[in-house]
């Protein structure tokens, strides 16, 4: 709740608000998961701390060209994560990504990446 409200504010700043908003959930059930972002390009992907499994983030990870992990301002590495979205009018098509974390040790939250959809 905390991260799409943080989400949410970042947006508006950025003039394009989220429309959508969804946790990011490993397909065996573990939400705490490490980030990784190429913010120049556009890209994220994580990898789940308990099963190993890599979860492309938006189909965003064939763009990617310098992959670096994201790490909490408290050097941890393992976050709950969420996507917000905001959508062309009338639409599901995204028009800018915004991945954000929350920290599952000093429960700070932020986005860490996000990029524009062409
Ligand atoms: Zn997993
Ligand atoms: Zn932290």
């Known amino acids: 709740m905390r991260l799409e409200k943080e989400i949410l504010r970042y947006s508006r700043l950025n ?3 989220i429309d959508e908003y969804a946790p990011v959930v ?13 913010d120049t390009e ?3 992907f994580s990898i789940c701390t308990k099963c190993g499994s890599e979860i492309d ?6 763009y990617m060209e ?3 992990q994201n790490l909490c301002q408290c050097d941890n ?7 917000g979205k905001s959508v062309y009018p009338n639409t599901h098509e995204a028009r800018w990504i915004y991945v954000g974390a929350q920290c599952g ?8 990446v996000d990029w524009k959809e062409s």
């Not at 040790?105 to 860490?112: A, E, P, Q, T």
């Open 15 to 17: 003039g394009y608000p």
């Open 26 to 38: 490993c397909s065996c059930g573990c939400r705490e998961l490490q980030l990784f972002s190429d």
């Open 42 to 44: 556009g890209g994220a």
């Open 57 to 62: 983030i938006e189909n965003s990870k064939g």
């Open 66 to 68: 310098d992959t670096f």
């Open 77 to 83: 590495d393992r976050m709950e994560l969420g996507v």
């Open 105 to 112: 040790k000093c429960n700070l939250v932020g986005v860490y």
